[in-house]
Every structure is written in structure tokens, then in C-alpha cells.
């Protein structure tokens, strides 16, 4: 038996209908955005760290901590791509989770400086769009099957 058919839930018929390919496609750009900005971000708070007061500590450990779940976003996405129970549920989670997390340090006055709470925004929306699809009506069917 291989790994597909072990983690599969949904077949192939349910994997390649219109709406299914519609919702990957839609997650696959979004986590790809999220991940891609937020390698970006990495990058420049690492030309940026002798700036102490747009490169704090904080930023080094909340850009850290996006750009990893920015992978594991990536890799629940392809999971349920291909099917995966396992990765729609952690995604579900993970995206969810995300988002309220974002939303508190864009509210939290000071938390961080401006720049990074702009690109925790642009974060948010992209994963706003994740959380939407993961729980609209299609992909919660199929997988609740």
C-alpha cells in the first residue's frame, strides 16, 4: 500500500472535481504568498538588524516563528492537495490560529514597530482567504466523508 492510499481521504474523483482543483489551486497561491512575504520579511530584517529600532528583538522571534508556520502552512497545503484528512485538519487549525494571532499584534499599540504589524496584515489577509476556503461548504464535505 503506498503513502497516498494510507493518507488519501478523498478520491480521485473528488480530487480532480472542478470546485476541489478550484479550492487547491486558490490555497496553493495564497500559502504561497504568505510564505514568500514572509521569507522576504526574513531576509530584510536580516539586512535591517543593525536598525534596533525597526529590527528588535520581538520581530526576530515573531518573523521566525511566521516563517515557520509559513512552511508548515505549505506542507498541510500540499497534503490536502493530495488528498490528506490529516492536512486539511491542521490547516484548518494552523490558518485559524494564525489569524487571531495576527489580529492581536496588529491591535497591541507598541507590540511592534509599524512596519512589521503592515506585513502581519498582509500575512492576515492572505490567510483570511486560506481559512475561507478550508472551511467553506465543498472542502469540509469532501473530507468529512
Known amino acids: 500500500m503506498n503513502t497516498r492510499t494510507r493518507t ?8 480532480k472535481h472542478p470546485h476541489s482543483l478550484r479550492a487547491f489551486r486558490g490555497l496553493k ?3 504561497t504568498g504568505y510564505l514568500g512575504l514572509s ?4 531576509v530584510a530584517i536580516f539586512l535591517l538588524r543593525h536598525d ?7 520581530v526576530w522571534v515573531r518573523v521566525t516563528i511566521v516563517v515557520l508556520s509559513a512552511l508548515l502552512t505549505f506542507a498541510f ?32 499599540p507598541g507590540l511592534f514597530p509599524l512596519w512589521l504589524r503592515i506585513e502581519q496584515g498582509v500575512c492576515g489577509v492572505l490567510l483570511l482567504g486560506v481559512v475561507v476556503i478550508v ?8 473530507f468529512a466523508k
Not at 497545503?77 to 489569524?99: E, K, N, P, Q
Not at 472551511?135 to 469532501?142: E, T
Request: no cysteine; charged share 25%.
Open 77 to 108: 497545503t500540499r497534503g490536502v492537495a493530495r488528498g490528506s484528512r490529516r492536512s486539511f485538519l491542521r490547516l484548518r487549525i494552523v490558518s485559524g490560529v494564525m489569524v487571531v494571532a495576527i489580529a492581536v499584534i496588529i491591535a497591541v
Open 29 to 31: 497561491l495564497l500559502v
Open 39 to 42: 521569507v522576504l520579511t526574513l
Open 52 to 58: 534596533t529600532e525597526m529590527v528588535t528583538d520581538a
Open 135 to 142: 472551511n467553506g461548504k465543498h472542502l469540509r464535505a469532501k
Open 8 to 15: 488519501a481521504a478523498l478520491s480521485d474523483e473528488d480530487l
